[in-house]
């Protein structure tokens, strides 16, 4: 999306909410920076779309999260797993975990693969008595399940280049702990 595209939708938005008709020159303008700025990343008509969804069902002005939000569910309609659902994938891996390979793995629901970290742990898991899998690890699983969702939620919510820049300080600070445990070691 272009920053005349930006000035268009702001436009829209001005035409069905009064407090945004009623801002200054320079605080629309500062609207559409702040706003092109955030929503650069994704398609004009995605855009548009996702603020005539919540024009619709919303008689308060959009945040730029709720467009970001809105434009997701239109591109990946809510499939998401229940927690129950999950755990039913993940038991069935543990089940298979000693003989699991990293392709095995890897073609598991995100979420899931996730809370295993790696093939690793779920072939651990699998040398688990039964009993403490069906009650402790479940109760782990089921936490922590809607953490991570939540998670992975709001981390698509983020423009792409803002990931990549999280994701370097992210690896910046792995780096430095490895080299503070090494220093230490």
Known sequence: ???QETAQIIALLAGNYNN???KTKEQKQMMINTWYECLNDLEYKLVLQAVKKTIMTSPYPPTIHDIRKNAMELVNPSTQKTAIEAW???YGMICNGIYMTEEQFNEHSPEVKRFFG???QVRELAKTNT????TVTKGQFL????ILVKRTK??????EQMQNIIGK???KMDIKKLDEKNRDN
């Open 143 to 146: 936490k922590q399940y809607e």
């Open 118 to 120: 790696n093939v690793a």
């Open 154 to 159: 709001e981390q698509k919510l983020l423009p």
């Open 1 to 3: 999306m272009n920053k």
């Open 88 to 90: 039913s994938e993940a």
């Open 169 to 171: 300080l992210a690896n």
């Open 20 to 22: 945004i008709a009623e």
């Open 131 to 134: 009993d403490t899998v069906n």
